[in-house]
């Protein structure tokens, strides 16, 4: 293997608002941007290459908006790809960004992802009912309720464990000042008394429609140096499987499975609860952080709810999950992956301000997709990989 | 950092209209076949899947994850997309290759254009609060820029006649080709304009298609191929959306990708030019002579299957290679408004 080592040098987050009516596209992106850059002490001509991603052009109405965007991103000149893999693409959008640095082709490069979610309706862009595919017709609520009325079933968790998670995220996001939804003194008895949307989820248990962007600059091992608290990449993983077939377990998918166990193979791990510090997962109705917490393999099947009931998935529990607020915070859809990356780094860059983990040496950062068939993830230390010796893993 | 090559290649007919689904399992399931079949690889083998499509061509969201049920994708796969045409698909699978992650990738790529009206579509990738609410079309905005050039002297229309004839010339030995035929230059000036100064034979024709590539590290390569075509330089960029901001009759972004591959000695380039006096921009702005055969396969005026035609030049390109024709060859893909985006690759065997 011939990989080079990569890190992120700095990140950029936008405030996120169901309706950001006061920028435009590209003003919304330059707001990341700029954060990411000044963060990363770079200027543009240091930058080699944009990596772009979002979620559905039809979230928007604009057929390849990296096109018209190319100079609002500083792109004009230079190489700019843009991705594309559902609620997954701002993690896989990161991960190539990456191996743009691990390949040796360039030494800084520039990742953004946003959704400006208010320029249209998600509702009606994932409802359109192509020829032999069954429209979802409910939004993603009604999609994943099934998965979740089944996950109860199967692991018998307690009821309230879905409430557990959204008044944790919600007081988290409390510390976040970029999150959309701040609320500092959400119970869990209030959660409990909100309207059911799709059986067993609820109001309370739902991520938000927001507006916003991330962004953050990848450097080489050398401009990883050069910068103090870099946050270094010690493993990468993406894996897909079909959204339906006879035989599939969607509470539990094979492909989350396998990228989990690759993504910890490369990063050299081989108990992720004890070696994990803090873990952003992408968490848009409360009861995938259970369902999610044994995919990932923090816990064994039909025990992810003990951890979260436990209160171990708090700021200060045994494993910090979603200290920014997470998804149910903040659902900037084509960003919300990259924004549970970037997460993960400003944790072990030590920049996560009131919601900082302490000690936090080596975080998670997850995204997952379509109908829980699209997985991107990545492990970053404050320290360089250990079982890296430089150009060979 | 290892080498990567071109181990395969196939694409679907190029036809005004396929019947097949806007996802693109249709046309991707026989050609995915065709390359199992010429690299000796299976499914299981495959090590990173890539590819390249467009919502807005499918007229719905994530289309490419049901392009996903062409692949059999289970047990589950290691797979990325590009919404590009699916040549920078490549570039990513290029890039996975060459970080040592894996050995094998199989790229593809798949339009149906025919599912919309394709140059109403195309104005939607202008900017959408100054631009596409005028709504012009992707054949206007290409008159636009064939006319600034017939003004500043750079062509006539009877070069542009010639490239016509000699594309449709050549795709006659395409069994792909949507359009072939011999043509008199007389005949062709005869014809009505669609879009003055462009006529008909000066603009691609509408086409349904999809392309696949399969990729190997070059230590590998021979295993699959006999003569594997390596990639010795890929190099993108892309230029300023703001039509009145760019001299609309040179191409900046393929000629700074071009000086960056290196387009020296080449034998034969694959461009991908939609409109006959992009053809003509192209081949100045990667200084190729006289000598340099230009699209053999009839290029994009023969067939240009959306989000697949980039890709497909590369594969018509390393086909060069890959049967013994050529040693040094060029592969160029093109997206956005009157070649915004441009990609350069070149091969060797």
Redesign the interface.
């Known amino acids: 293997?011939?990989?080079?080592l990569a890190a992120v040098l700095g990140t950029g987050q936008t405030h996120h608002r169901a309706k950001r009516t006061d920028v435009?596209?590209p003003g919304l992106l330059r707001e990341a941007i700029d954060r990411a850059m000044a963060d990363a002490q770079v200027e543009w001509p240091d930058i080699d290459a944009v990596v772009i991603g979002k979620?559905?052009?039809?979230?928007?109405?604009?057929?390849?908006?990296?096109?018209?965007?190319?100079?609002a991103l500083g792109?004009?000149?230079?190489?700019?790809?843009?991705?594309?893999?559902?609620g997954s693409v701002g993690g896989?959008t990161a991960?190539?960004a990456t191996?743009?640095v691990?390949?040796?082709?360039h030494r800084r490069v520039l990742t953004v992802a946003f959704e400006k979610q208010s320029e249209s309706n998600a509702m009606w862009?994932?409802s359109?009912a192509?020829?032999?595919?069954m429209p979802v017709g409910a939004g993603a609520g009604g999609y994943f309720a099934p998965h979740v009325r089944s996950y109860i079933r199967r692991s018998g968790a307690p009821e309230h464990v879905g409430a557990i998670v959204a008044a944790k995220d919600r007081r988290n996001g409390a510390l976040n000042p970029y999150a959309h939804l701040k609320q500092a003194d959400i119970t869990v008895a209030k959660v409990r008394s909100s309207q059911v949307l799709w059986d067993p989820i609820r109001y309370d248990e739902t991520c938000p429609s927001s507006d916003g962007a991330c962004a953050m600059v990848i450097g080489d091992e050398a401009a990883g140096d050069a910068v103090p608290g870099a946050a270094w990449v010690h493993a990468t993983a993406?894996?897909?499987?079909?959204?339906t077939?006879a035989g599939?377990d969607q509470v539990n998918?094979?492909?989350g499975r396998?990228?989990a166990a690759a993504l910890w193979r490369e990063a050299g791990i081989t108990d992720p609860l004890s070696e994990i510090d803090a873990a952003e997962i992408y968490v848009p109705f409360s009861w995938f952080e259970p369902m999610w917490l044994e995919n990932l393999g923090f816990m064994p099947g039909g025990e992810g709810w003990k951890l979260t009931e436990a209160g171990e998935t708090a700021l200060t529990g045994r494993l910090p999950v979603n200290p920014s607020g997470g998804v149910l915070s903040s659902n900037p859809i084509g960003a919300s992956g990259m924004l549970r990356f970037s997460e993960a780094a400003k944790q072990v860059m030590g920049r996560a301000g009131d919601y900082q983990v302490d000690g936090a040496r080596r975080a998670l950062g997850h995204a997952y997709g379509?109908?829980s068939?699209?997985f991107a993830m990545w492990v970053v230390g404050s320290a360089k990989p250990r079982c890296a010796v430089r150009g060979r893993? | 950092m290892r080498d990567v090559a071109v181990v395969g290649f196939a694409q679907a007919p190029n036809v005004r209209s396929t019947p097949g689904t806007t996802n693109g399992v249709e046309m991707l399931v026989p050609i995915f076949a065709q390359v199992y079949k010429q690299t000796g690889l299976s499914k299981s083998d495959i090590g990173f899947w890539c590819s390249g499509s467009s919502d807005y061509l499918a007229g719905r969201a994530f289309s490419f994850i049901s392009a996903i049920d062409a692949i059999g994708a289970f047990p589950p796969i290691h797979e990325s997309h590009v919404e590009m045409d699916a040549a920078w698909a490549l570039y990513e699978a290029w890039l996975k290759i060459r970080t040592g992650e894996v050995d094998t990738a199989l790229v593809y790529g798949f339009g149906k254009s025919s599912a919309g009206q394709l140059r109403r579509v195309l104005a939607l990738q202008l900017d959408p609060y100054t631009v596409a609410p005028l709504w012009p079309d992707s054949v206007s905005i290409a008159g636009l820029q064939a006319r600034l050039g017939l003004d500043a002297g750079l062509w006539s229309e009877k070069d542009l006649a010639e490239v016509a004839a000699r594309s449709r010339a050549d795709a006659t030995r395409n069994p792909h080709a949507q359009f072939s035929g011999a043509s008199e230059i007389a005949d062709l000036l005869d014809a009505p304009y669609v879009a003055d100064p462009l006529r008909a034979h000066d603009i691609a024709p509408v086409t349904d298609g999809a392309a696949v590539i399969v990729l190997a590290a070059a230590g590998r390569a021979h295993e699959f191929a006999e003569r594997p075509a390596v990639i010795t330089g890929i190099e993108h960029r892309v230029d300023t959306p703001v039509l009145g901001a760019r001299d609309l009759t040179r191409s900046p972004s393929t000629e700074a990708a071009g000086q960056a591959v290196g387009t020296g000695d080449v034998e034969i380039a694959e461009l991908h030019a939609p409109f006959t006096h992009q053809e003509l921009i192209l081949r100045t702005a990667l200084g190729l002579g006289d000598d340099v055969r230009v699209n053999p396969s009839g290029g994009a005026l023969s067939g240009n299957p959306m989000f697949a035609a980039g890709l497909a030049r590369i594969g018509e390109a390393a086909t060069r290679i890959l049967t013994g024709q050529a040693s040094k060859v060029l592969a160029h893909a093109t997206s956005g408004p009157a070649l915004q985006q441009n990609l350069v690759a070149v091969l060797e065997a």
């Open positions: 293997m011939a990989k080079q435009s596209m979620a559905p052009d039809l979230f928007e109405g604009v057929m390849m908006p990296e096109l018209f965007l190319a100079d792109a004009t000149g230079k190489p700019l790809l843009r991705v594309h893999t559902a896989s991960l190539v191996s743009l691990q390949s040796g082709i862009a994932l359109i192509p020829p032999f595919t993406m894996r897909t499987e079909p959204t077939f599939r998918p094979q492909a396998e990228a379509g109908g068939q699209y893993w």
